[in-house]
């Protein structure tokens, strides 16, 4: 090793004790406020016994083999727990045969899980000297593509279709493909948007998040100030299932926040929420959190007249004076489709 690698080494701090011996604890009790949470099977954790583990030290080592640093601006945290990798791909029930979609492989450690449970993997990754990491190091399995391009301008459906179509011996029609991911915390909320209306090709979303976008997102509850119109959508689209806590200990650097694993299990088309328009439908739910503490018989008045508004939350069940956060998705559904005027 050059004098140049040991000295970039020693730029890395050491992992802590504790994120080694968390490994396989279990989140406190109450933790998730009674959200169900995620246990690894003794199956999938034997198995990774006998495979290569990307730790702390094989990270460092990765990175250093491109001159590579962490980049802020990218939000890159790479993750030291090859269980949690595990208990990522196990949360999406990968298996042989599955096509799963990857955002931002970093350095590959949750790409070689996922390519050692069987599975055809297509990653986005917009550093370009990652991109080329995990190339080099997946390109002779015959089970992997990298795309060097951003996942919030990425086209994902062509990507998609263009990739299962090259894979000999899979049926696109048998069942969807899923996305598994560590995905840095700043494009959270772009990546959702862009992959949950995407029932007809993914079954199952299930991505490594912020804790606190985690919580908001599957257990936020009405008349809260965390009931946002990203609830709204969530359910819209999908069933979201808090899975487990994975503290900030795991991740290199180590980030301020702890992480979380959601799942998102997808609707198809035809399981929506029965609405004239959807682009109509989430305009209305905009409008009326962008002005919360109106109520929205005044929020949704360029729609029609507040006499019509409150007579369409009466017979709905909900008071006259309802604001946004008192209705649930079935009401939004509901005024929308009394008020609506397409």
């Known amino acids: 090793m050059s004098p140049s690698s040991l000295c970039s080494l020693q730029t890395f701090p050491p992992i802590s004790h504790a994120a080694s011996h ?3 604890r279990k989140p406190p009790h109450g933790s998730t406020a009674g959200v169900r949470q995620y246990v690894v099977s003794a199956e999938r954790s034997s198995r990774a016994s006998t495979r290569s583990t990307d730790d702390y030290h094989a990270t460092l080592r990765a990175l250093n083999s491109k001159g590579r640093f962490p980049r802020k601006s990218l939000g890159q945290h790479y993750m ?3 269980d949690i990798n595990e208990q990522l791909a196990g949360a999406a029930g990968v298996e042989q045969g599955d096509v799963v979609l990857e955002i931002g492989p970093g350095t590959g450690s949750l790409t070689n899980v996922l390519l050692n449970s069987g599975a055809f993997v297509l990653a986005v990754e917009k550093d370009k000297h990652m991109a080329a ?3 080099e190091r997946f390109s002779s399995t015959g089970k992997f593509k990298v795309l060097t391009e951003d996942i919030v301008k990425c086209h994902v459906r062509s990507h998609m279709s263009s990739f299962v179509g090259s894979i000999k011996g899979v049926d696109a029609e ?7 991911a560590n995905i840095p915390f700043n494009i959270s909320t772009d990546v959702i948007k862009l992959l949950l209306p995407m029932g007809d090709i993914f079954s199952e979303v299930v991505l490594l998040l912020q804790e606190e976008t985690a919580m908001r997102l599957v257990v936020s509850s009405l ?4 009931y946002r119109p990203i609830n709204v959508f969530v359910n819209f689209y999908s069933d979201p299932e808090y899975k487990l806590k994975v503290p900030r200990t795991n991740f290199f650097p180590q980030p301020n926040v702890d992480a979380a694993v959601v799942s998102f299990k997808l609707k198809l088309p035809s399981e929506y929420p029965q609405v004239s328009s959807t682009k109509s439908f989430f ?3 905009n409008s009326a959190f962008n002005e919360k503490r109106k109520m929205l018989r005044k929020s949704l008045q360029h729609i029609c007249t507040s006499l019509e508004i409150e007579e369409a939350l009466t017979s709905i069940g909900v008071l006259a004076t309802s604001r946004p956060e008192e209705l649930t998705l079935d009401d939004f559904v509901k005024l929308h489709n009394l008020i609506a005027k397409e």
């Open 223 to 226: 008349r809260t100030p965390e």
């Open 80 to 82: 030291l727990n090859s």
């Open 174 to 180: 048998s069942r969807n493909a899923k996305v598994v």
């Open 133 to 135: 990491l995990v190339s």
């Open 22 to 24: 968390n490994r396989r």
């Open 283 to 285: 305009s209305m739910v």
